[in-house]
């Protein structure tokens, strides 16, 4: 692409922390595209002159993490928002964005911006004051937020994971914690066919700790 092209880009399609990261390693790379270098320190400039935007990164059952941007990032911050998911296999690596929240989506996940309780959209958000990015996940949809922690804290990938969801609704109808006490560990896990047998005696170990403490739950 031209330089011309590529200056009349900059800004308009990447979000500032993107862009300045790609502009300073191509920089040290050795790469030049005077038009577009300068256009990103320009951008830069501007974003070093602003505050920083503290975002809290939420699912329905509580507060997953704290993003931060300079000025209000509405891209960067959806970004290192699903950068997070990633990195704790709360969805599948391959997942490339969340869309915006909406009916009909079939999706990993999705966002929505909240402030003050209420939905707004991001780009007319006020920085100043708290602001949140809610994520929803597949998971989120069908199984009661006591179930989602529990499932969390196995370790499994996020398709994996979502396997699981699958044989615990399909063979046992589960969408709460308390419904464990009904689960056979051995057979579910097997579904599952995990190459790592390591894992799947950690995994089948924590399924049987879950049924005996499904046992002595209330079961309304």
Excluded at 14 to 41: D, E, F, H, K, N
Excluded at 118 to 140: E, G, I, R, Y
Aim: charged letters at 20%; one cysteine or more.
């Amino acid at each position: 692409e031209t330089e011309g092209l590529l200056a009349q880009r900059v800004g308009k399609k990447y979000s500032i922390g993107i862009l300045v990261t790609a502009v300073a390693t191509a920089m040290a790379m050795g790469v030049t595209c005077p038009r577009v270098i300068l256009a990103a320190q320009g951008l830069r400039g501007k974003a070093e002159e602003r505050p920083t935007v503290d975002v809290a990164l939420t699912t329905g059952s509580g507060e997953l993490t704290r993003l931060q941007s300079r000025g209000l990032d509405c891209l960067f911050l959806e970004e290192e928002g699903l950068r997070y998911l990633r990195k704790n296999t709360l969805v599948p690596q391959k997942t490339e964005y969340c869309p915006e929240c909406g009916p009909g989506l079939d999706w990993a996940c999705c966002f929505e911006w909240l402030q003050s309780d209420s939905q707004v959209s991001c780009s007319s958000a006020d920085p100043s004051q708290h602001l949140t990015l809610k994520v929803t996940l597949q998971m989120d949809r069908t199984l009661e937020p006591g179930l989602i922690e529990y499932l969390r804290t196995l370790p499994l990938s996020a398709s994996q994971r979502q396997l699981l969801i699958h044989v615990l609704q399909v063979d046992y109808g589960m969408w709460k914690l308390s419904q464990f006490a009904s689960v056979y560990p051995e057979l579910t896990v097997a579904k599952l066919q995990l190459q790592d047998k390591a894992k799947e005696h950690v995994v089948t170990s924590m399924l049987k700790g879950a049924v005996e403490k499904a046992k002595v739950m209330p079961t309304s």
